[in-house]
């Protein structure tokens, strides 16, 4: 939220221009030049990799107090988190093709992807359940613990596979 004081005004100007602040995203060059003076960027994508998106972008546009608030969890180790990674990816994939979108684009990267992927993310029983900033990374389960189904043919048939006998 932008209060009136971060608001510049030139009596000799029209519009009001945000002033420069420390909250604004902190994007890497190449991302600022590859989005255009218009802030629509080409084909090309903002971010070279997801790590990208989410260190220089994503963690300056959603911020949140992790570190007081038990509501919200966050891992400063992120990328050791199988599923987080994952939706990291999805969310960096969507953004780069909804923000070439000029029209509701970016609101429905906002209300369809990060809102519900990060909600999931920082759910205090969600991926980053047993860390904390300040108590750093604690591995999540390698998997589901799963009890493997020994019938090969029950198995096949569950798939919707025709099933093969051994000969």
Request: charged share 35%; proline share 8%.
């Amino acid at each position: 939220m932008i209060d009136d004081d971060d608001w510049l005004a030139d009596d000799d100007d029209a519009e009001k221009k945000p002033k420069k602040t420390a909250r604004q995203p902190q994007r890497s060059a190449k991302a600022e030049q590859k989005r255009g003076s218009d802030g629509q960027g080409d084909n090309e994508p903002a971010f070279d990799s997801v790590y990208a998106f989410v260190e220089e972008h994503l963690v300056y546009v959603y911020v949140r107090d992790v570190i007081t608030d038990p509501e919200f969890r966050w891992c400063p180790q992120y990328m050791d988190h199988p599923e987080v990674m994952d939706r990291f990816e999805a969310l960096w994939r969507a953004y780069e093709q909804l923000r070439q979108d000029p029209g509701t684009g970016m609101s429905t990267w906002w209300i369809e992807h990060a809102d519900r992927q990060m909600a999931v993310i920082f759910h205090e029983k969600g991926p980053f359940a047993g860390c904390s900033v300040e108590r750093g990374h604690h591995p999540p389960l390698d998997k589901l613990p799963v009890t493997r189904m020994e019938d090969e043919i029950l198995r096949q048939l569950m798939a919707g596979d025709t099933p093969t006998t051994p000969e």
